[in-house]
């Protein structure tokens, strides 16, 4: 039998009237900022294959998975005990026998297996640093789909050293980055640097029902569809997004502002320079849009997180609790530039940095007009996050990276350069792109040889 999965909206008002009649609650307020009414994706109307017999010893970043999550948040006692589903097709145009799913919470939060099926069948799931290994008991070929349930139970951390920030309940605030298991392929967690070491490929849909022991303001990457009466369950969706990140306080407070259709809204517990804040996205949004293409969500959410450090997410941005007001434009700007540069295109982040790091960088900095030169050495920028130093990974791929994007754009023209720019966000838009990819979207804008001139010595693993 066909599963068309998302449901209709027929299905999700059966579905969501049977939750609630079971749940004993009635919806109550909705985001201002409704769900997007069109674009569900398509679903085929022939059933897709299931896992037959064999084996490949082959996975995939090119595949289709939707995904349904309930997770159970422990304000009080950092409890995070999770409940995933993921629909997976496989668009990957060859068989696959495994999934590697993405979450850091097996670094960061003592991540322990409850049980994982494929199908329904229980299978031996193993955890390789953040990788859940998950054998699907036979070949899934090319158009099959398959159903995979991820539980787990994990622990936040308590402070915000190292890496702990992603995974962290500090300030008053809980942190909750790459904890859903995600198509992924295994990527090493440990490096050097405070370089992102994930890839995560684009999904149509997903929803999440977070029940939490207090009454939370959850700010997400999805808006919000439901909340029970008593507060204490919600339920987000969101649709085109390659994660899902979670930020948490029983007292944040939101102010907002509109740019076109989008509204952008901060969510703030300290409201020290939440003015700031909120005037710094807006002004990034609307210059980042003008250059770079259309935003296609209804919301855009700058958050002040527990701590750390400035992060993107899609549809979301961290701005880490306390950070001075000095920096906070040039902060806000990157962080809002990766919208763009990792949100609307993605790529892989750990082994091809420059991709979204320069080109979000060189933004940043020419819509603030804060170009500077690198502190350290010109060199490669071809290479993995692995790679870098401490001392002189964000000189090289942000400020080195960037300024060799500019390079380009005074080369070719600033008229040709931000039209080849919006044509590669355009062309590469809920993708993964890569070094090459961005590369040549700007070479190919213009008739002089830019891969001899200025990218070449760069990118010696290209050119
Ligand atoms: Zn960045």
Redesign the pocket.
């Known amino acids: 039998m066909p599963v068309p999965w998302p449901p209709s909206r027929l299905r999700l008002a059966i579905l969501a009237a049977l939750l609630v009649a079971a749940s004993g609650a009635r919806p109550s307020q909705v985001d201002a900022a409704a769900p997007p009414t069109g674009g569900l994706p398509r679903t085929s109307l022939v059933a897709a294959a299931g896992i037959q017999p064999g084996r490949v010893d082959r996975t995939s970043l090119r595949l289709s998975a939707t995904y349904e999550a309930t997770l159970r948040l422990g304000f009080t006692n950092r409890s995070f005990v999770v409940d995933s589903t993921a629909t997976v097709t496989n668009t990957s145009g060859g068989p696959i026998d495994r999934l590697e799913l993405n979450t850091a919470v097996a670094r960061l939060g003592g991540l322990v297996l409850t049980a994982v099926t494929v199908d329904g069948n229980a299978v031996g799931a193993t955890v390789d640093d953040q990788t859940i290994v998950v054998p699907l008991g036979g070949i899934l070929p090319v158009d099959g789909r398959t159903v995979v349930r991820v539980r787990y139970g994990a622990t936040l951390r308590t402070s915000l050293s190292a890496s702990s920030w992603l995974f962290t309940r500090a300030n008053g605030i809980v942190n909750a980055y790459r904890w859903l298991p995600w198509i992924s392929r295994a990527t090493p967690f440990s490096r050097p640097n405070h370089g992102d070491p994930f890839v995560t490929p684009n999904s149509p849909f997903v929803r999440l029902t977070v029940t939490t022991d207090r009454r939370l303001v959850i700010a997400t990457t999805g808006d919000r569809v439901f909340r029970s009466d008593d507060g204490l369950t919600q339920r987000f969706e969101a649709r085109n997004v390659r994660d899902v990140t979670v930020t948490a306080a029983p007292d944040f407070r939101t102010r907002e502002a509109k740019v076109g259709a989008t509204t952008i809204r901060y969510y703030y517990r300290s409201a020290t320079n939440a003015q700031l804040t909120l005037d710094a996205a807006v002004a990034a949004f609307r210059k980042l849009q003008v250059r770079l293409g259309p935003y296609p969500y209804p919301t855009f959410k700058v958050v002040q997180s527990a701590g750390g450090y400035g992060m993107?997410s899609p549809r979301l941005i961290w701005i880490p609790y306390g950070a001075g007001s000095a920096n906070l434009r040039y902060l806000v700007t990157?962080?809002t530039a990766?919208q763009w540069f990792y949100g609307l295109v993605g790529s892989d982040q750990a082994r091809q940095p420059f991709a979204?790091?320069a080109a979000?960088?060189f933004v940043a900095r020419y819509v603030t007009g804060l170009k500077r030169a690198s502190r350290c050495a010109s060199g490669r920028l071809d290479r993995s996050i692995y790679d870098y130093t401490a001392a002189c990974y964000y000189e090289q791929i942000y400020i080195g990276g960037g300024n060799l994007i500019d390079q380009a754009r005074q080369a070719m023209g600033s008229t040709a350069f931000w039209a080849a720019l919006r044509g590669y966000v355009a062309d590469q838009r809920y993708g993964l792109a890569s070094n090459r990819t961005l590369l040549r979207a700007l070479d190919d804008a213009t008739p002089i040889d830019l891969g001899a001139r200025i990218f070449g010595p760069r990118f010696p693993s290209i050119y």
Do not use: M, N, Q, V
């Open positions: 993107e990157h962080e990766h979204d790091e979000a960088d």
